[in-house]
């Protein structure tokens, strides 16, 4: 019992994003999330993290009724994301992209930073220890105190997943973090998420490099349009007819 | 090199420093020196919209209101119960905080230029209230007779004294601005103003946020408007009207919007830009109007965020500057 989606319906005016999907996400597992363009994949992300209320079934998180809940209170029960476009916070610093992701943690608040500047100082440096640790482990430490917009676009998806760690979360969900990376930065990646996960952190991964998601997963799940259409471990699903039919389309019998 | 600049730096303070604390004695006539408190006060309203809408995001053109609420609390408290701009003061500011933060609800639900329409909407109303309300304003005709200052039996008369008290407030108030945006709080403003959806997701809560930022708009202007009330002696409701928040907008854009600097060269430069246009009467309006085109179009940053690109491009380097303390980098106020 980790992440739990029931029955999960988002419906959009007369579009209906996501149909009646469940799914488990298991503690401490790679689980992937796949399927064409415009399946679901992100409205599930965005509804788990916050942004909609789900117009029918339930998400629970270790028993809790999250769906509909703010998503910074989401984010304080051990969610993080990245975006499928990145959205880094243009005008800051890499460091502080990630500070920000910290904040949640901070026990002063605007009375202390008035009358007790010490202990923000304190906590500020703490802080920034951390912050560069993660940086490190992304391999963007070389780039702290540069603006985040500046850096170079595989960079800033890895400072983007820096980002999401800084929240402390439990869980991540990452939003196509291979998209617009060449082979070797998606290596990369590759070891980068495995050492995120060999650290205790279940990841959640939507993406369409194949070769990534075949890679690394531990179950995959397989939307088409808006419902789930297979799951299993990498094997069966790269072998699932129903799979390589909402990928290629069915084959025509003349 | 880096020792040479912080002796240059020592130096400027210190210069600093003296000239701010003889300025009263040397200035030419009491006028200047009122025009340099009215100075003080601009830098604390921008100031307030600085952290609200420079860093923040917030576009919050209530600042009249707030700036009237704290000069009606002190005009009214001084002139019917006698209480001293001490117990005012703190009064003043709480009061417009508590009104900035209920007018930040209404802007939780709208962006951008709706965050405007709303703000003015609100002023307006406070505006009206304060013209119609005459059992408790005096309305149109104002309040007189406001005392001024006494600290430990000296009495705080004249603009000489007064430019003491308002230059206290503003170091303080500067100060405390710094200490605010350049930690977590700061941090969190301009990740609401960059974006507000990816804020959301590092698990900043927005909406505190949001109502933090327009109540210490409300404290700062409250502020500026209990020492306004004191200072004059006499205030009535045309000040507080919404060309006051046009006037500090346009220069805290000028002077550069997202940088504490630019409220400090916005707001010293708001009087002396009143006196200049003076002569030309409603015309000034079109003057701002035009500054603000300017800005937006070939001077985003204002004066702050011009010297900052010279910099960086290697062009001119200002002796206190280093690169390792720079605050967040700006680029004028971004809405998404």
């Not at chain 1, 942004?51 to 809940?69: D, E, F, S």
């Not at chain 1, 990245?82 to 990630?98: A, D, G, H, I, Y």
Request: charged residues 15%.
């Amino acid at each position: 019992m980790f992440l739990e989606i029931e029955h999960l319906t988002m419906q959009f005016g007369g579009l209906v994003a996501v149909k009646d999907v469940s799914m488990r996400v298991q503690q401490g597992e790679i689980h992937g999330l796949i399927g064409p363009n415009g399946s679901g994949k992100t409205t599930i992300f965005n509804v788990i993290s916050g942004y909609y209320k789900p117009t029918g079934g339930t998400i629970t998180y270790n028993g809790k009724a999250i769906a509909g809940l703010p998503a910074y209170q989401i984010t304080a029960l051990g969610f993080a994301r990245t975006f499928q476009n990145l959205r880094l916070f243009s005008s800051m610093t890499v460091l502080n992209n990630v500070l920000v992701g910290m904040g949640h943690h901070a026990k002063t608040g605007i009375i202390q930073e008035l009358i007790n500047p010490v202990a923000v100082q304190r906590e500020e440096k703490v802080f920034t220890d951390k912050a560069l640790q993660l940086l490190r482990l992304l391999e963007v430490e070389e780039f702290a105190r540069e603006r985040a917009t500046s850096l170079p676009y595989g960079s800033q998806r890895r400072v983007e997943i820096a980002r999401a760690l800084a929240t402390d979360p439990k869980i991540v969900l990452l939003d196509e973090p291979a998209a617009g990376l060449n082979e070797t930065e998606t290596e990369r990646l590759r070891e980068i998420l495995l050492k995120i996960r060999d650290a205790g952190v279940t990841i959640f991964l939507v993406e369409h490099d194949m070769k990534l998601v075949m890679g690394i997963c531990d179950v995959v799940s397989v939307l088409d349009y808006g419902k789930k259409i297979a799951e299993g471990d990498t094997k069966t699903i790269s072998a699932d007819p129903v799979v390589i039919e909402a990928y290629l389309g069915k084959e025509e019998t003349l | 090199m880096k020792n040479r600049s912080s002796i240059i730096k020592a130096a400027l303070l210190i210069i600093g420093f003296i000239v701010l604390m003889t300025f009263p004695l040397v200035a030419p006539n009491r006028y200047v020196v009122h025009i340099v408190n009215m100075a003080g006060l601009y830098i604390l309203l921008s100031l307030g919209l600085n952290l609200a809408m420079g860093y923040c995001g917030q576009i919050n053109l209530a600042l009249g209101a707030f700036w009237g609420v704290g000069a009606y609390t002190a005009a009214l408290l001084n002139t019917r119960l006698g209480v001293p701009i001490w117990v005012n003061l703190p009064l003043g500011m709480v009061l417009a905080g508590i009104v900035g933060a209920l007018i930040a609800l209404p802007m939780l639900k709208v962006r951008s230029h709706y965050l405007a329409l709303v703000t003015i909407g609100l002023a307006e109303t406070i505006n009206i209230i304060i013209v119609n309300e005459t059992w408790l304003t005096e309305g149109p005709l104002g309040i007189s007779g406001i005392k001024m200052p006494n600290l430990f039996g000296i009495a705080i008369d004249g603009d000489e004294r007064f430019y003491y008290l308002v230059l206290v407030c503003v170091v303080i108030g500067f100060l405390a601005a710094r200490q605010i945006v350049s930690h977590r709080i700061g941090r969190s403003f301009v990740a609401i103003r960059d974006d507000l959806v990816a804020a959301k997701a590092m698990g900043v809560n927005t909406a505190y946020y949001q109502i933090l930022a327009n109540a210490i708009a409300g404290v700062y202007c409250g502020a500026a408007g209990v020492l306004y009330a004191h200072m004059n002696t006499y205030i009535s409701p045309d000040i507080f009207e919404f060309k006051s928040a046009l006037y500090v907008l346009t220069m805290t854009m000028v002077g550069g919007m997202g940088s504490l600097a630019g409220s400090l060269v916005g707001g010293l430069g708001l009087p002396i830009t009143q006196e200049v246009l003076r002569g030309i009467g409603n015309w000034e309006l079109v003057g701002y109007g035009i500054a603000i085109m300017l800005v937006v179009l070939f001077f985003p940053g204002g004066v702050i965020g011009v010297t900052r690109r010279l910099q960086e491009s290697g062009g001119i380097r200002l002796p206190w500057a280093h690169k390792a303390a720079k605050p967040l980098p700006m680029e004028g106020p971004h809405v998404p």
